[in-house]
DNA sequence: CCCATGCGTGCGTACGCGTT
DNA sequence: AACGCGTACGCACGCATGGG
C-alpha cells in the first residue's frame, strides 16, 4: 500500500470502473487492474466486486474509501504546515445550518474572503446531524449547528444564543391561538432541522397533531409561503427580523422551554487543523466578541 | 462493454569490477 | 575512498487477447 495506489484505488472507487479510471489518470486499463489486484493482496482482503458492468465497492472498499479520503486530506493538510505559509490558501469546507448561513454568515464570510483571498471557501447548508457526521468523516472542515453538541471526537464552541418565534401572516384565515394550531398547515423545512424538531416536540407536548406538515429546501420559499397565509412555522427571531420586508408577516413567542436555541461551531479535535481553518476560528472569534459588545452597547 | 491475464519493453536501482 | 561503467534484476507500463 503507497500513496500512488490509494490514489488509483480513490479515483477507481469515485469512477465505479477501473476502465474509466483508466482513461481519467491516463494509464493502461491492465495497469490499473495490476495496481487495485496488488492493493487487494498487500491489505489481504478483497475491496471490490467486479462484474460485466464496472465495479463496486465491498464494505472493505467503502472502509479503505473513509481512510484515504482522511488519508489525503491530512496529506494536503501536512504539506500546507510544511509550506509554513503566512497567507492561508487552499480547500475550506464549511457546513451551516439554512438561518445561520442567511442570517449571521454574510458579512463575515465577505471579511474572511477579503482576508484569506486564496482560500477556495466552500459553504454548504443542511441539517445538524448530516453536518456532525460529515465533520466526522472528513467531508467538512467544521460546521455551525445546533446544540447541544456532545462527541468525543468533535470540539464544540458556543457561538450565540437565539429565540425562536411561531411565524405566522395576517392573511391567514384562522387566527393564531392554540387551539388553531391543528387547523393550520406548518411550513418546515429538511428532516433533521433543529427547529422543526423544536416545533414538533413542542405540538407534542400541547398534545396537537397538525392538519399538514409542508417541507420546505430554502428559507426564502418558507418565508414566502408564510407571507401568503398558507401556515405557520418556528424560527429563529433574527430570520423573521431578516425578512420584515414581507409585510404580512407576524409573530408569536412560545414558552421559553422550547424557544430557546444555541448554535454552535464545531470542527475535529484531532488536532489536524488546515491553515485556512485556524484563520477562520481566529477570525469568527473576533467576530464573535464585536458582536458581543455591540449587543452590550445597544 | 467490462475486467483479467500473458507477454514484451523501457526505466531505475543495486551490485560488482576496474580505474584513478 | 571515490568515481565511472557494464550488467542483472525488479517494477511499471502498454498491447493484444480472452472470458463474462
Known sequence: MDIQSLHIFKVVAEHGSITKAAKELN???????????????????????????GITLTTKGDLLLTYTDKIFR??????????????????????????????????????????????????????????IEEVLNYKLDGAFVSGPVQHPNLVAKKIFREKLVLVSSLLSSYPLELENIGNLTLLVLHKGCSYRQKLESWLHKEGIRPSKVMEFGSLDALMGCVAAGLGVSLLPLSIVQKYSHLEEITHYSLLEEFTLVDTFFIHRADNTFSTPLLKFIELFQEEKSSITCDEKRS
Open 27 to 53: 494509464y493502461a486499463q491492465s495497469n490499473i487492474t495490476t495496481r487495485m489486484q496488488q492493493l487487494e493482496s498487500s491489505l489481504q482482503t478483497v475491496l471490490f466486486y467486479r462484474h460485466n458492468k
Open 74 to 131: 491530512l496529506f494536503e493538510e501536512t504539506r500546507q504546515v510544511m509550506r509554513d505559509e503566512e497567507e492561508p490558501q487552499g480547500p475550506l469546507s464549511i457546513g451551516s445550518m439554512e438561518s445561520t448561513a442567511a442570517v449571521h454568515l454574510p458579512m463575515f464570510i465577505l471579511r474572511y474572503h477579503s482576508t484569506c483571498p486564496k482560500v477556495d471557501l466552500t459553504l454548504k447548508t443542511g441539517p445538524t446531524a448530516q453536518h
